[in-house]
């Protein structure tokens, strides 16, 4: 069962590299068994300003209610954060979740739903909102396909890596 699954997992690696961090969120979301949608699907266009800005919403995850997700990547290399990510490990993912929570927090609660930021830093450091939602991924994925959990977190996290990696490389290009 497990060697099923690791080939599958082979198959996305193949299909990473394009896939921008949203999808590949999705892709393990509906892996665990956990039903989502895209936000601009369920408000419509009349309700898609009521949100500051969410990507994923899943329905009945924290429980019953539903939880909208908002991804960010943030790079501690920012002159406007670099004094601050040097004195302190995580202070910019710590800084980008509580003004993620400012924006959308009033917002999410109106409509019936938890606003979770999912903060990640361009090195691949990931808040602690963030860590923990994936680690609850990682729990039911490991329930749904019948894995350790240490299995799961393992190839949810090296999946998640290598697109961080592949779009550092990017940047870099770019540049050049």
Known sequence: ??????????????????????????????????????????????????????????????????????????????????AEAGATFGAVLEATESRKHQANDEKCSALGWVSTPLAVDSYGAWGKEASLFLAQVAARLAIHKSLPKSQASFDLFSNLSICLIRANARAILRRV
């Not at 896939?19 to 068994?33: D, E, Q, V, Y």
């Not at 969410?54 to 939880?67: E, H, K």
Request: glycine share 4%.
């Open 1 to 82: 069962m497990v060697r099923k699954f690791v080939s599958d997992i082979s198959v996305l690696n193949g299909i990473a590299p394009q896939m921008p961090l949203k999808r590949i969120f999705t892709f393990w979301i509906a892996r665990s068994g956990t039903s989502f949608s895209n936000v601009p699907t369920i408000l419509g266009k009349a309700h898609k300003s009521a949100l500051a800005r969410t990507d994923i919403l899943l329905q009945n995850w924290n429980l019953g209610r539903p939880v909208a997700l908002d991804i960010s990547v943030v790079s501690p290399l920012n002159p406007s954060t670099l």
